[in-house]
């Protein structure tokens, strides 16, 4: 039986193609979601760009589909209308009856008492207007499309038994033949069956069809050595250019940022196979904004950038190179590029290194539009917490990271990694457990 799906405005702005993703039910749009959306049409960010975007489609089905208050076929086989209530909110629960969340709602229960019989569901990402509807009777639920767990999220990392005999081999040849077929760059722990400390550690290369081992120096990278198994694999990923998009998940203190901006140093400056690093990440306040900050774009952007000149800083004062402030030579040779990411849409980026920081705090869409980014001989790193998320606009299940990371599993040209082991220190490791 098709169901009735009503849509809430922020599933509009938040997927304007929403409409075309509930098979073939019947989609409902409420005429206050449209004025809602008209509100954010002038909006310069990706929400204003979403509002456009909804007005124009529902634009081309109404030129040629016919007539909205009607409803129109949608290709998928499905119904969509723009439902005007008969009667004015009346909630009984409403203490606002003219706010535009209870009239929203309103239409809802007006569409499941027209249609008597049909299940109706209200598609809110509100959770207290999910809480609302549910109070009152009607069947609600979040915007699910788009949207992958964290916890769920797959680890990049699988452990193989073997007899010990082919795990000495393993380290005198540097590769082996898995049984079984294992998913693209997957990074792999070779375990001794009667000798279970006995282990390697190797990545599966999709090229050659084998278990490969680690290419990470003994001697580390830039003066910083992996402390576990988890940063050996994340090192290697990073240093392979045949992996065009790496997605680094982990908590705070388990080295993302550091591992990446010391395998982007090593690759750009010491190998030269990329012709800049690019370091950036968005600009998002934690808490309270100050406000607008004095000086010229240098000026105001430091604030923002300093958590990635704090990294630099301890990887050339520990590195080859001596002296917190060395990286200032490659800023200024243009090798090394420190920016947000306000601007970057338009580029074209070849034979660039590009580490995005803090990418939890962007959208799928914000994502979408760093990666296209990426010229030839380009590869990207995307790293972030899902838990430490600062965009009101996203949470741990619905930010571009997460969604990332999913949607590219078991292709060739990238790999994921999520990393749990906390390593900046035994204080930073318990609060991240504990708070």
């Given at each position: 039986m098709k169901k009735n799906y009503v849509l809430d405005t922020n599933i509009l702005l938040h997927d304007p193609r929403a409409i075309f993703r509930f098979d073939d039910n019947n989609v409902v749009i409420p005429i206050y979601c449209i004025e809602e959306v008209d509100n954010f049409k002038r909006e310069g960010s990706e929400r204003g760009r979403n509002?456009?975007?909804?007005?124009?489609?529902?634009?081309?089905?109404?030129?040629?589909?016919?007539?909205?208050?009607?409803?129109?076929?949608?290709?998928?086989g499905g119904h969509l209308k723009v439902a005007v209530p008969t009667k004015r909110p009346e909630l009984p629960s409403a203490i606002d009856k003219a706010a535009m969340d209870n009239a929203i709602l309103q239409t809802a229960f007006e569409v499941r008492e027209e249609d008597g019989g049909r299940p109706t569901?209200?598609?809110?990402?509100?959770?207290?207007?999910?809480?609302?509807a549910d109070a009152?009777?009607?069947?609600?639920?979040?915007?699910?499309?788009?949207?992958?767990?964290?916890?769920?999220?797959?680890?990049?990392?699988?452990?193989?038994?073997?007899?010990?005999?082919?795990?000495?081999?393993?380290?005198?040849?540097?590769?082996?033949?898995?049984?079984?077929?294992?998913?693209?760059?997957?990074?792999?722990?070779?375990?001794?069956?009667?000798?279970?400390?006995?282990?390697?550690?190797?990545?599966?290369?999709?090229?050659?069809?084998?278990?490969?081992?680690?290419r990470t120096p003994r001697e580390g990278v830039m003066g910083v050595r992996p402390r576990n198994k988890e940063q050996s694999h994340a090192l290697d990923l990073l240093l392979d250019e045949n992996i065009r998009l790496v997605t680094l998940v982990g908590k705070a203190g388990t080295g993302k940022t550091l591992l990446a901006l010391a395998a982007g140093l090593k690759r750009t400056v010491e190998d030269g196979v990329y012709s800049r690093m690019l370091v950036s990440r968005p600009v998002m306040p934690l808490g309270r904004d100050i406000g607008f900050l004095p000086g010229d774009v240098d000026e105001k952007l430091?604030?923002?950038?300093?958590?990635?000149?704090?990294?630099?800083?301890?990887?050339?004062?520990?590195?080859?190179?001596?002296?917190?402030?060395?990286?200032?030579?490659?800023?200024?040779?243009?090798?090394?590029?420190?920016?947000?990411?306000?601007?970057?849409?338009?580029?074209?980026?070849?034979?660039?290194?590009?580490?995005?920081?803090?990418?939890?705090?962007?959208?799928?869409?914000?994502?979408?539009?760093?990666?296209?980014?990426?010229?030839?001989?380009?590869?990207?790193?995307l790293t972030g917490d899902p838990h430490q998320?600062?965009?009101?606009?996203?949470?741990?299940a619905s930010n571009g990271l997460t969604i990332a990371a999913d949607k590219f599993r078991g292709e060739k040209c990238a790999a994921n990694i999520v990393l749990s082991k906390g390593e900046r220190s035994e204080l930073a490791e318990i609060a991240a457990n504990l708070l």
């Open positions: 509002a456009r975007t909804i007005a124009r489609l529902l634009d081309e089905l109404r030129e040629t589909g016919g007539s909205l208050s009607k409803g129109v076929t949608l290709e998928n569901i209200f598609v809110t990402m509100d959770t207290n207007l999910r809480i609302r009152l009777g009607m069947v609600s639920q979040n915007y699910e499309n788009q949207r992958v767990e964290a916890e769920r999220l797959d680890t990049g990392i699988i452990e193989i038994e073997l007899d010990g005999e082919e795990i000495d081999r393993f380290f005198q040849e540097g590769r082996i033949k898995p049984k079984n077929e294992l998913s693209p760059n997957i990074c792999v722990l070779l375990r001794d069956r009667a000798n279970p400390s006995h282990t390697a550690l190797g990545r599966f290369d999709p090229t050659k069809k084998e278990i490969v081992a680690l430091n604030p923002w950038m300093q958590p990635i000149f704090d990294n630099l800083e301890f990887l050339f004062s520990s590195g080859t190179k001596k002296g917190p402030r060395a990286y200032a030579e490659l800023l200024e040779s243009g090798q090394l590029q420190v920016e947000p990411l306000t601007y970057i849409r338009g580029r074209s980026l070849p034979s660039q290194y590009m580490i995005v920081d803090e990418a939890q705090n962007l959208t799928p869409h914000e994502v979408k539009t760093i990666i296209t980014r990426s010229g030839d001989g380009t590869k990207i790193v998320i600062d965009n009101p606009y996203v949470d741990s």
